[in-house]
């Protein structure tokens, strides 16, 4: 069956849904079963963000090479999501920093928020789905 | 916005993250093994305190009492049964968890 | 008021399965409604009938099983997290069946809350 048959619910309804990205990319299954959730929610017509906080930021990271642990390799992926006009992915400026990361090292453009900007984005959402 | 942390500040940084990303007024409530954070003497307990004079914390009484830990919560954090928790849930128009 | 679950670890291992059974029960208990509850990630594990738990603790398959038998709660096991972990129609227990994430989404969208239960 295919997930693609169920696209919008119908009711015109749009919320803001926010997908909330805080581990690293491998160790778990998340980022990667998390991005397939939001892959599928861009089906509905909603107001989609991605943020991406403390280690998820290593999630977006360019020259991911997982040939080696024999793992499929979903970092091309991010750069996939434009194409779903998911456009709003954010990135916490504190985790980059703790973590020695700039935007050059990202795969896709990204907003940078501060702690504010974040807390203030991740208040006004309607449903947020944590991995 | 309700936030909801559930692993032990020990372990994880969930409980940290949450708190320096919510906002003035919202509520944390303590789930599992987050209740840890709550109690006196834990290393958590002083953020825990200084984060109470802007949010509202929230402790899972029946988790309190499975890890041993009812009688030793931290003044000024409020204790809720599933019941607390369902209403929390319901009061706040949106909620987050800190996994 | 319509609460939504999402429950994203297997049974035992983790208490989140646990938590998310007892918020669902007290939430119908006071009255309010859970609709559905969305297994993902290693949460498809709850939906097994195969598990034999030892008789002096809670059988956490099965008593999700009773929620959805007892106020009909449907309970949703993703196809692909199902897939990878070798869940399928043959294994399920009462109450619970396999579909799309798109069930999630229209939880999302259709009820008042969603909660995330998880690791």
């Known amino acids: 069956m295919s997930d693609m048959d169920e696209m919008d619910d119908g009711s015109g309804v749009v919320k803001k849904f926010m997908f909330l990205n805080r581990k690293a990319p491998h160790g778990t299954v998340y980022a990667l079963e998390g991005l397939e959730v939001v892959l599928i929610t861009a089906a509905f017509d ?26 499929k390799d979903f970092s ?25 990361l700039t935007e050059d090292d990202l795969i896709v453009d990204v907003t940078v928020l501060s702690v504010d900007e974040m807390a203030n984005l991740m208040a006004e959402q309607d449903v947020v789905i944590s991995f | 916005m309700l936030h909801i942390v559930n692993k032990s500040a020990a372990e994880r940084s969930s409980l940290e993250s949450c708190l320096r990303m919510a906002t003035k007024g919202s509520a944390v409530l303590l789930i599992e093994d987050a209740v840890y954070a709550a109690t006196n003497g834990n290393a958590a307990a002083a953020k825990i305190q200084a984060a109470a004079a802007d949010l509202k914390i929230y402790a899972l009484g029946p988790d309190l009492a499975a890890r041993g830990m009812a009688g030793r919560v931290l003044d000024g954090v409020n204790v809720v049964d599933y019941g607390g928790f369902v209403d929390l849930v319901a009061e706040h128009s949106n909620c987050q968890s800190w996994l | 008021m319509q609460f939504g679950i999402l429950v994203n670890e297997g049974p035992y291992t983790h208490q989140a399965s646990d938590t998310a059974y007892l918020f669902a029960r007290t939430a119908i ?27 002096d603790d809670r059988n956490v398959s099965a008593r ?9 709660v449907d309970l949703v096991v993703c196809v692909a997290a199902a897939q990878r972990r070798g869940i399928n129609d043959d294994v399920l227990a009462p109450g619970f069946r396999i579909s799309g994430l798109g069930q ?16």
């Open chain 3, 64 to 72: 999700w099983s009773k929620l959805a038998e007892e106020h009909g």
């Open chain 3, 104 to 119: 999630l989404v229209e939880m999302g969208i259709q009820y008042d809350r969603l909660v995330t239960f998880g690791d």
């Open chain 3, 29 to 55: 208990e006071k009255g309010h409604k859970v609709p559905r509850v969305f297994f993902y990630h290693d949460g498809v594990n709850n939906s097994t009938r195969l598990a034999t738990p030892p008789q």
């Open chain 1, 76 to 100: 091309k992926t991010y750069r996939a999501l434009e194409g779903y006009d998911i456009e709003k992915l954010y990135v916490d400026q504190a985790s980059m920093d703790a973590r020695g």
């Open chain 1, 46 to 71: 909603q107001d989609v963000s991605m943020v991406f906080t403390d280690d998820g930021v290593f999630q977006l990271m360019k020259g991911i090479d997982s040939k080696g642990i024999e793992v």
